[in-house]
Structures are given as structure tokens and as C-alpha cells.
């Protein structure tokens, strides 16, 4: 097993908490993580809480639980009951399941939150949010692929993202071409099996692409608007990727300190 926390929490909602409980925080990190699908927001998610002390509140893990029925809250079952008739889930539903999680996005030791929002309805949504708990954003982190790996054919950009593979336990992420793991299906990690995503599989990813044209880019604008929005370039082995995010969040840091 990992050291990472449990996502009992996240699963369940309510007030079950999380095992090992984070140490509080003088100063918690509360961040977004934006990116377009195969910026690595997976692997960042991943080194940032390890750095930064925080818990990762991913939405995929929510949906992916959903799926398997395996954790249920009110806004979880009734997402169960619309994807079982073929539907997409109301953004409604999308901004309830946040919602009754209050007490992870509240937890002292900070959260890095991926796949909400996705747009500027749930943007809004999650500032509500958070001001009922006295809680804000510190920065939206927008993970920039180069634009030659944007502008690639979409069928070559399925091909190469329905080569990923996560690990079940610590979700490190693996591509079977360019990372492979030591051990085939096995995570070099925590030592636990590799799985495909149902978001890796090319139908998924077509998806994804198009929620992130038609969304996603007006969201990174709007939070730029703000001023809250940290611009990564997501070039390199994930570690400098990583640096690369601590330092501009350290720079955003000072300037909203002076």
C-alpha cells in the first residue's frame, strides 16, 4: 500500500474522514489544476500533494466510482440512477457532489482539486462553495502543452493518451510507450496493478478533447481575468514540470503579498 491518505472521504462524503489525517497547516495550498488530456494533470496532481502536503480531490475518481457503484452519497446515487439510463450527469448533480464533500475541500491540509471546474458555471459554483466555508483559491495552475501537440491530428492524440495506464492504489500514471513501467502492469511505486481508465479508452479521450475546446480554454481565461491563474509550461520530465509549478506558485505568492 501507498502512504498517500485514504479516499474514504472523498468517496463517502459527509464526515468521514480521510486516513491518515493530514498534520494541519499554517498556511494549507488550495489549488485548481487545469490542462488539456495528456498534460500530465494525473502525475502533477500526484507530486504536488507530495510536496505540498495536500490531498488530490479528483471528479474522474468520483465518476469512476460512480460506475462501479462501489461508493454512494445522494448526489453519487442519483448520478449512478442517470448514468444507468444512458444520460450525462446535470451539471447540477456535478456541483451537489462537490458540494456534500465540504469537509475534504475544508481539510487543513490542503487539496489540489482536478476535473472540476469545467467550466465557468461550476467556477462560480465552487466560489460559493468555498465563502461558505470561509476558504478560498490560491491559484489556478494551467497546465500549457506546446501548441505543435495541440494542433495534432485528433486520431494521432487517441492513439498516444490510450496508452496510459494508472496505478489503482497510488494513481501514478505510466505510458506504455514513452514510461513504461519496470514490471509490465505492475506500478514501479507502490507495486499495486495497472489499469486502463475508462477516460484513456478513444472514445473517452475524442470527449475529452472536445470538452476541453469548448470549455476548458474559456475557463483559463476567465480565471486569468481574475488573476489567479498560474501558466505552466507542461514541457519536460514530470519532475521539472513539477519545480516548474512550485516556483510560479511561490512568484504568484509574492505578488499577491505586495
Partial sequence: MSGHPSRDGWYAAGEVDCFPVPPPRERPSRLVLLGAPGAGKGTQARLLCESLRACHLSTGELFRAARDQCASSPAMRAAIEAMNRGELVPEELVIAMVRERANCLRCHGGFVLDGFPRNQTQAIALDEILAELHIAIEAVVYLELPQEELELPLEEIVARLSGRRTCVDCRAVFDLAANPPTRSG??????ERLVQRTD??????????????????????FYERLGKLVRISASGTPEQIRDRVLQGLDRNVSEVAT
Fill in 186 to 191: 505492475v506500478c514501479d511505486y507502490c507495486g
Fill in 200 to 221: 484513456d479508452q478513444p472514445e473517452a479521450i475524442r470527449v475529452r478533447m472536445k470538452v476541453f475546446e469548448a470549455e476548458t480554454l474559456s475557463l483559463v481565461e
